[in-house]
Nanobody, 119 residues
Framework: QVQLVESGGGLVQAGGSLRLSCAASGRTFAMGWFRQAPGKERELVAV????????SYADSAKGRFTISRDDAKDTAYLQMNNLQPEDTAVYYC???????????????WGQGTQVTVSS
């Protein structure tokens, strides 16, 4: 069992930046960052596999968000730049055994952190 704890959310103005962290209680494999806005389904934003070079992004995140990991610290990150009001959501990190774009492939989930972007 791996426990995940997100941090780094908050309130930021449009155009600003935030860096989310996801601390794991043990070694993780593939990591994903998801988000869920009010009234919307949860969507996958970015994923990173075993290799730090193996990353994928949703179209909404490309060019603005960067996912990374530090295995020495068992921590994954999501650097978010040029944030816009439509990025407002609860952001969750999740861990799975293989890099996947399917939510059901992620076994361990964090509790979420709120990101609010004001216009």
């Amino acid at each position: 069992q791996v426990q995940l704890v997100e941090s780094g959310g908050g309130l930021v103005q449009a155009g600003g930046s935030l860096r989310l962290s996801c601390a794991a209680s043990g070694r993780t494999f593939a990591m994903g960052w998801f988000r869920q806005a009010p009234g919307k389904e949860r969507e996958l934003v970015a994923v990173i596999g075993w290799s730090v070079s193996s990353t994928s992004y949703a179209d909404s995140a490309k060019g603005r968000f960067t996912i990374s990991r530090d295995d020495a610290k068992d921590t994954a990150y999501l650097q978010m730049n040029n944030l816009q009001p439509e990025d407002t959501a609860v952001y969750y990190c999740a861990a799975g055994y293989s890099k996947s774009w399917r939510q059901r492939d992620y076994v361990f989930w964090g509790q979420g952190t709120q990101v609010t972007v004001s216009s």
